[in-house]
């Protein structure tokens, strides 16, 4: 206990990035290694959810997007794509009133019309109760794919010039992001990505654009808040320079 207070005192003294993106890899494997059905690694993955929101709302970070489910993702089993899409409706409902307590505001990245009815519901509920919040934005990026946004941000664009809303030069970053499925956020400072594979898997690719990258072999049910910590420790070795010199 206080050797986990030491170090999380050292880390909000270091630098703390405003917005670190996830992407929560291995569940499977965990499964597999203990002969287990490739649903329970998904379920204990939760566990690590819940420790990492909790443990970045402690040390003041901003934004903290999970890629909870992709646009390829469908292609999985079904039983498995139906676990997963059961999920975040589990996870909210069983932890909205904490998440509430704790000041976080509940938000969503990706096409979810075609989600389920019920976890369509259930992220609308957690919105609307959490909108008010002003603490840790917690971003679940649901069926999102990093070059579909690109495309639906470019057709929204394409429609304001076609109706004259702007011209061709008037196009800018700002004007892009000011489209894109996150908003108002932030650009990505750091990415994490567990299980000891290296890519970023059509994730926030516009948002990532300069983010430093953190890839560790620790499977996603067994990241918790000593390798969150240990994340963040490393991101404050980098020197940020943003093409610079």
């Keep these: 206990m206080f050797q986990w207070l030491n170090q999380t005192k050292e880390v909000i003294e270091q ?14 494997r965990w499964a597999k290694k203990r002969g287990l059905p490739r649903i329970m690694g998904h379920r ?17 970070v901003k934004s903290l997007t999970l890629y909870a489910f992709s646009t390829e993702n469908w292609t999985r089993p079904e039983e498995e794509v139906s676990f997963l899409m059961k999920l975040p409706a589990q996870f909210l409902e069983s932890d909205l009133k904490d998440l509430n307590e704790r000041n976080v505001k509940v938000e969503v990245a990706g096409e979810v019309s075609r989600l389920p009815i019920y976890t ?6 957690a919105k609307t109760d959490t909108a008010n919040n002003t603490g840790l934005r917690l971003i679940f990026a649901l069926n999102y794919g990093g070059r579909d946004e690109i495309v639906q941000v470019m057709q929204k664009i394409a429609e304001k010039v076609q109706v004259g809303l702007l011209q061709p030069d008037m196009i800018t970053n700002e004007i892009i992001e000011q489209e ?11 990415v994490i990505r567990t299980s000891g594979e290296q890519r970023l898997s059509n994730f926030l690719l ?39 010199v």
Excluded at 214 to 222: A, G, I, N
């Design 120 to 125: 369509r519901e259930a992220v609308q509920q």
């Design 206 to 244: 516009w948002q990532a654009a300069y983010a430093e990258f953190y890839f560790t072999d620790v499977l996603w049910p067994e990241f918790r808040r000593d390798q969150f910590l240990a994340a963040i420790e490393d991101y404050n070795q980098r020197t940020r320079r943003f093409g610079g």
């Design 44 to 60: 204990e993955g939760m566990k690590s959810v819940r420790e990492v929101v909790r443990t970045a709302n402690e040390l003041g």
């Design 180 to 190: 894109l499925m996150t908003g108002s956020m932030t650009d990505v400072d750091l």
């Design 15 to 28: 630098q703390v990035p405003e917005h670190i993106a996830i992407i929560m890899d291995g569940n499977g």
